[in-house]
């Protein structure tokens, strides 16, 4: 990357997202334009500006509070941010190298934000769409340069969460994922690829999670704070530590297969059906760490330092929440 000064970013839309994405830029160093993507009388942007700067320091202040800034870095970020009109913002977006579309998530609006982009901002800048709902080869479409143009999901709040979900769509160039990567990297974001796919990675996983804890309370075999208790320090902890992939290789593909099966057979066959790739791995010995390949490929891996690694990081984890238990002092 070069000089942070030298890279201009800007985000189409002044909405929550829009706000989040300026945050971390700006926190990260970055000069960053928040254009407001709708022609309004000055009186009403005016009063826009006001409402995006008081929820901008507010956000800064809540960092500061938590002691994470001090009050000359919250002065130095503001100061990085700019709210621009859209009737003054042809010089903005000629400058930008990047342009992170951040409106409503309605077809016509993205069409006609895109039709504006396209007049206006520079042949070179990449443009992502922080849709969560939208494909990627939908919206480049509407872009004049496509192999410049990618879906990037940030999740709320977008300057504490650290994944950023890059789906390119079937004409992106490689070079423009790697250049967004890149860029989220430096900023201390952790992005992933994946294909344009309705709700990407994170959003399938999850909706299949909420939906059952849900049902779970729903049939009453459980109160809600007892099932959140049990995703708090269960579910949730665990995977911070292990992906869910991980975690299968780790105990065993064939146990899912088994569990699935019971869990299918005694409460929802179609919610509990077990994925081909399951069945297939475990047919054909690939279980995991105790046949040396499941989803990863631990042939050559040191299974025993591989083990005490992750095993010491949850130690670590659960000292730092106050979750570890006391080892008995009158143990003989």
């Known amino acids: 990357m070069t000089n942070k000064d030298e890279i201009k970013i800007a985000v189409a839309g002044a909405g929550r997202m829009g706000r989040g994405i300026a945050i971390t830029f700006a926190y990260a160093g970055y000069p960053v334009a928040i254009v407001d993507s709708e022609q309004r009388p000055q009186a009403d942007f005016a009063e826009l ?10 956000e800064l202040k809540f960092l500061k509070d938590a002691a994470v800034l001090t009050d000359e870095q919250l002065k130095k970020i503001k100061g990085r941010v700019d709210v621009v009109s859209n009737d003054s913002c042809g010089e ?5 190298g990047f342009i992170f579309e951040a409106v409503s998530e309605i077809v ?14 520079s042949k070179t800048a990449i443009i992502a769409s922080t849709t969560s709902t939208m494909l990627a080869n939908t919206l480049a479409d509407f872009v004049d340069k496509p192999a410049r143009f990618s879906n990037a999901h940030w999740l709320n709040p977008a300057y504490l969460m650290p994944l950023i979900e890059i789906s390119p769509s079937q004409d992106t160039d490689e070079a423009t994922v790697a250049t967004l990567k890149a860029l989220f990297e430096n900023i201390g974001k952790v992005p992933i690829v994946c294909k344009p796919s309705p709700g990407y990675v994170l959003s399938r996983i999850q909706a299949v999670a909420l939906n059952e804890a849900a049902r779970i309370v729903e049939e009453g075999v459980a109160s809600a704070e007892e099932v959140d208790k049990a995703i708090k320090v269960g579910f949730g902890i665990r995977y911070t530590n292990l992906g869910l992939l991980e975690f299968i290789d780790w105990g065993g593909g064939d146990i899912l297969y088994y569990a699935t099966k019971y869990l299918g057979e005694n409460l929802d066959k179609n919610r509990f059906s077990t994925p081909d790739i399951v069945k297939q791995n475990m047919e054909n010995g690939k279980n995991g760490l105790r046949d040396g390949i ?23 984890l659960l000292q730092h929440l106050d979750l570890m238990p006391q080892a008995a002092d009158n143990i003989e």
């Open 92 to 96: 903005v977006l000629q400058e930008a």
């Open 294 to 316: 499941g989803f990863y490929d631990y042939k050559d891996c040191d299974v025993d330092a591989y083990r005490n690694e992750r095993l010491t990081s949850f130690v670590r």
């Open 49 to 58: 500006s006001v409402s995006v700067y008081e929820e901008i320091e507010s």
């Open 108 to 121: 016509e609006v993205k069409k006609s934000t895109y039709a504006w982009l396209n007049t206006c901002a």
